[in-house]
């Protein structure tokens, strides 16, 4: 189990899977021009789903998908598909998406896993 400092479990785990983002909030994002990752250097959905594993494995049981924006990730509900058909044991009971909110409606799975 992990533990923090406090020797507190750790039971949520926020997961990026994209550094773009569709605003550009000044706080967050300042310069007028980024170089995004390149591709070989984002873990894919096979990776993104056994680091999942290996955290519900050690105590985790809520992931919130966030990047930047997620919903820009080409795929991501496959991604929520895939961690959802997880077997009980190495899967979260609950998943969520953390972005702007402004592409939502592209979000065709309902991705509460209780
Ligand atoms: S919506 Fe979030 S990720 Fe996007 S620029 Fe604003 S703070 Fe950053």
Not at 9 to 24: F, G, I
Not at 38 to 64: A, M
């Amino acid at each position: 189990m992990l533990l923090d400092r406090h020797q507190r479990p750790l039971r949520n785990l926020r997961l990026s899977v994209t550094d773009r983002c569709n605003l550009r909030c000044s706080y967050c994002m300042p310069e007028a021009e980024y170089a995004w990752l390149p591709r070989e250097d984002i873990l894919d959905f096979e990776e993104l789903e056994r680091l999942v594993g290996v955290f519900v494995s050690l105590g985790v049981n809520k992931v919130r998908l966030t990047g930047g924006e997620p919903l820009l990730r080409r795929g991501v509900t496959d991604l929520v598909r895939r961690l959802a058909a997880r077997p009980a044991r190495a899967k979260p009971t609950r998943a969520s998406e953390a972005g702007s909110g402004t592409l939502a409606p592209r979000l065709a799975t309902k991705n509460t896993f209780s």
